[in-house]
């Protein structure tokens, strides 16, 4: 059973840029959340998608944008970045629509200088 | 608004002795609660939720629906017990929406 993997571990990006991060989730799930963690916060969801469709969404900007493609990786997109946009990201996968078990990955830490 | 408070940023407690980590949650309804540990050098996962009523590693966590509260209990404190413990919740089954709303996190040390 393969676990959820993110790439890349870190990056530097310059204000206004704009950046992709990538998501494999883990065999068989369906499900994937995407949540940033500041430094000494917990993690704040983003965006959640299931089968490809968005389901559920955070208080986050529009330029904080996403998708899941038919085998269910999935990618972060975020325009315009922000020097408030350096943290760690996460994504999360599970099976289903429900209130399940999310295995996370080790995380892309961005930088925005 | 749905919120999770941990008033602890940081416990520390001798090795042996009792642990119990705060949490207390708001939602309009009946949530599902969990709680996440990352191990230094790991990643996040998930240590129990309420729902299954299992003891992990020896950690029990008691939904206490009028206090808004579901804190982390272990009768003794182990070395490895030491790591960032974050309490969770979501919407319920049915509920259309399960994103998981965390606190900011409570760093346990036990010395031993």
């Known amino acids: 059973e393969t676990g959820v993997t993110q790439s890349p571990t870190h990056l530097i990006k310059t204000r206004g840029q704009q950046v992709t991060l990538r998501c494999s989730s883990q065999s068989g799930h369906n499900t994937v959340s995407w949540y940033q963690q500041a430094l000494g916060q917990g993690p704040q969801f983003i965006f959640q998608y299931y089968r490809e469709e968005e389901n559920g969404r955070g208080n986050f900007p529009p330029r904080f944008s996403g998708l899941q493609f038919p085998n269910y990786s999935s990618e972060l997109n975020v325009n315009a970045l922000e020097l408030d946009d350096s943290a760690l990201y996460l994504c999360?996968?599970?099976f289903g629509q429900g209130p399940y078990e999310q295995y996370f990955g080790p995380g892309t830490r961005l930088t925005v200088t | 608004a749905q919120r999770v408070t941990q008033p602890e940023k940081l416990l520390s407690v001798f090795k042996g002795a009792p642990v119990e980590l705060k949490c207390n949650y708001s939602?309009?309804?009946?949530?599902?609660l969990f709680w996440y540990v990352q191990y230094s050098r790991q990643r996040l996962q998930l240590l129990l939720r309420?729902?299954s009523r299992e003891s992990i590693k020896g950690f029990t966590a008691d939904l206490n629906k009028g206090e808004t509260s579901f804190h982390l209990k272990k009768p003794f404190a182990q070395e490895e017990d030491s790591a960032m413990y974050y309490c969770?919740?979501?919407?319920?089954?049915?509920?259309?929406?399960?994103?998981?709303?965390f606190g900011k996190g409570t760093k346990l040390s036990v010395i031993p």
């Open positions: 969770a919740l979501s919407g319920p089954r049915g509920a259309g929406s399960y994103q998981l709303t």
């Open positions: 939602y309009s309804g009946s949530p599902e």
């Open positions: 999360a996968s599970s």
């Open positions: 309420h729902i």
